[in-house]
């Protein structure tokens, strides 16, 4: 077996300069090269800050700018903190100017809120009208003869209310009640002779809230406070409105049962289940 060749003093020299400890290089790229900095390698006392690198100390008398290792550079990826903190700035610098835009336009937009809220009490008003006149289908909605009227709260999603409900009888003697709430799309708290009445729609909102873990003492609180927002909102008189929750719980619970699979359904013989929670 040949013995292995003595290394030369070169050869030597060279392992032992191998094998001993050195401090690893990071080869720059030509994108390195260009932006010699990446996140956090510039941050003071590192090993890669240079002397002529700005330190956080030399921002400190310009407002609103971030340190020096927070601010982009082409080649950063931004980190979920940088992202916040930019769009926390984006609205503090876009929140006065629109502060102001509402206080400006006031005015206008409680007009507009009014003009709305008198809308909807036309429509509610209208929508009962109109089942009257088709209540008794042989006899002409002329020969309809007003015997008596009620007002009652009414609920919606949007606003609240205070309706007549009207008690009209016809010569053939077929209408001679009250005009059901159910005729106009709504729900009373009781059957005969309700004193609040609600809209589908609120009570459809109650029942997603419900099942999510809301009360109804939650739910009532929430929208009692609302419509107080709004009644101030439009520059009006507090009306006092309180949705009770126990009333608000009864309706619900006789309403949920026998509710239509459609608004498009209402004033037709399309009682069919809808949902259940």
């Known amino acids: 077996m040949a013995r292995p060749r003595p290394l030369t003093e070169e050869e030597a020299a060279r392992s032992a300069a191998c094998s001993g400890p050195q401090r690893r290089v990071r080869q720059r790229t030509q994108r390195d090269a260009a932006f010699p900095h990446r996140p956090g390698d510039i941050?003071?006392?590192?090993?890669?800050?240079?002397?002529?690198?700005?330190?956080?100390?030399?921002?400190?008398?310009?407002?609103?700018?971030?340190?020096?290792?927070?601010?982009?550079?082409?080649?950063?990826?931004?980190?979920?903190?940088?992202?916040?903190?930019?769009?926390?700035?984006?609205?503090?610098?876009?929140?006065?100017?629109?502060?102001?835009?509402?206080?400006?336009?006031?005015?206008?937009?409680?007009?507009h809120k009014r003009q709305q809220h008198a809308a909807n009490q036309q429509q509610i008003e209208h929508a009962i009208a109109h089942a009257l006149s088709i209540a008794c289908t042989d006899c002409p909605a002329t020969s309809l003869t007003l015997i008596s009227q009620r007002e009652v709260e009414c609920w919606t999603l949007a606003d609240f209310h205070r309706v007549q409900l009207l008690t009209m009888v016809c010569p053939c003697g077929q209408l001679q009640h009250e005009l059901p709430p159910t005729h106009i799309g709504f729900f009373g708290n009781t059957p005969d002779q309700p004193k609040v009445i609600f809209e589908a729609y609120l009570l459809r909102s109650f029942r997603h809230s419900w099942v999510t873990g809301m009360s109804a003492s939650n739910f009532c609180s929430a929208m009692t406070r609302l419509q107080e927002d709004r009644e101030s909102e439009r520059g009006q008189e507090l009306s006092g409105a309180v949705l009770d929750d126990s009333t608000m719980w009864e309706a619900f619970r006789q309403w949920n049962p026998v509710q239509i699979r459609s608004p498009d359904s209402v004033g037709t013989t399309d009682f069919s289940p809808g949902r259940f929670w």
């Open 43 to 111: 941050s003071p006392g590192s090993s890669d800050h240079e002397a002529g690198d700005p330190v956080e100390s030399d921002l400190g008398s310009q407002e609103g700018q971030l340190p020096v290792h927070m601010q982009w550079r082409p080649h950063q990826r931004l980190s979920y903190e940088d992202v916040l903190w930019r769009k926390e700035e984006v609205w503090r610098q876009a929140l006065p100017e629109m502060r102001q835009g509402l206080i400006s336009r006031a005015p206008y937009i409680a007009a």
